[in-house]
């Protein structure tokens, strides 16, 4: 693959620049295997819709098509299980989520990642992912099988983090 560098100005970021490496939705770490593409997860509804509605133009146009989006502000009847499972981002800032590179945290460096961006913040975030497995175990234990209004939140919440809890 050809290397591609992608300049990023909007809102939050200011001129940054990354260069994608591999190839777009391959090569991942190999603790590393969302059940759910950055398009997919827009589609469903994550983050009350408000999350990528300021730097679409970052991302492929294809990804915002079917996008469950709410440009005016979080809107829980946009995401998937009708639910807001996330703190504001602010919240995000002071418990040190966020890193520098990816001002709107891990879903931004997800979309990244994916697109073929590889960084040093590679392996915390893949270790915040994998630590998401938690609430699988929980929705396993606690519900029947497709039962979809059993633990929204948590549904949700994984869902934030390309995990598809439809099935279980």
């Known amino acids: 693959m050809a290397r591609k560098k992608i300049v990023v100005s909007d809102l939050m970021q200011s001129d940054y620049t990354y260069t994608l490496s591999e190839p777009t939705g391959k090569n991942f770490h190999p603790d590393f295997c969302p059940d759910l593409t950055p398009k997919e997860m827009l589609e469903l509804g994550v983050f009350g819709g408000k999350y990528m509605t300021d730097c679409q133009d970052e991302f492929p146009d294809n990804w915002f098509r079917k996008a469950r989006l709410s440009p005016g502000g979080a809107d829980p009847d946009v995401n998937c299980f009708g639910i807001i499972a996330s703190q504001p ?49 929980q929705i396993e234990k606690n519900c029947e099988k497709y039962e979809l209004d059993c633990r929204p939140k948590q549904r949700q919440a994984l869902l934030q983090w390309a995990y598809d809890s439809r099935y279980m």
Request: net charge positive; hydrophobic share 30%.
């Open 89 to 137: 981002l602010s919240e995000w800032k002071k418990k040190g989520w966020i890193w520098d590179d990816d001002p709107r945290g891990w879903f931004q460096w997800y979309c990244r990642y994916y697109l073929g961006r590889r960084c040093d913040d590679d392996d915390r975030q893949i270790k915040r992912w994998r630590a998401m497995r938690r609430h699988i175990a």
